[in-house]
């Protein structure tokens, strides 16, 4: 069983920054994905950002770029999200994810993720 455990959403005004956290828990992670995700009020989910434990390349939606950075620390088993340049259309619940393995397709889609965290709260104000 792999838990997902995300901390460090809150308050920020626009302009600001947040660093999101998701403490990962159970089987090694070699080969895994793990992304974020974000859903606002009355929103699909969507894709924020994702990285890959083993080598740790990265993709981002084109929204995100440039303002926001997805790591990994292996020792920690823990996925970072650096949100910086915060716009208030960033404000959703933004939730970790984990896929075992990786593929060329797909990886922007929530269907394809196994394991979900509970969620964080980013608000950004204007």
């Known amino acids: 069983q792999v838990q997902l455990v995300e901390s460090g959403g809150g308050l920020v005004q626009a302009g600001g920054s947040l660093r999101l956290s998701c403490a990962a828990s159970?089987?090694?992670?070699?080969?895994?994905?793990m992304a974020w995700f974000r859903q606002a009020p009355g929103k699909e989910r969507e894709f924020v950002a994702y990285?890959?434990?083993?080598?740790?390349?990265?993709y981002y939606a084109d929204s995100v770029k440039g303002r926001f950075t997805i790591s990994r620390d292996n020792a920690k088993n823990t996925v970072w999200l650096q949100m910086n340049s915060l716009k208030p259309e960033d404000t959703a619940v933004y939730y970790c994810?984990?896929?075992?393995?990786?593929?060329?397709?797909?990886?922007?889609?929530?269907?394809?993720?196994?394991?979900w965290g509970q969620g964080s709260q980013v608000t950004v104000s204007s």
């Open positions: 159970g089987r090694t992670f070699s080969g895994y994905v």
């Open positions: 990285i890959r434990w083993s080598g740790g390349s990265t």
């Open positions: 994810a984990a896929r075992p393995s990786y593929t060329t397709v797909a990886m922007v889609t929530p269907g394809f993720y196994d394991y």
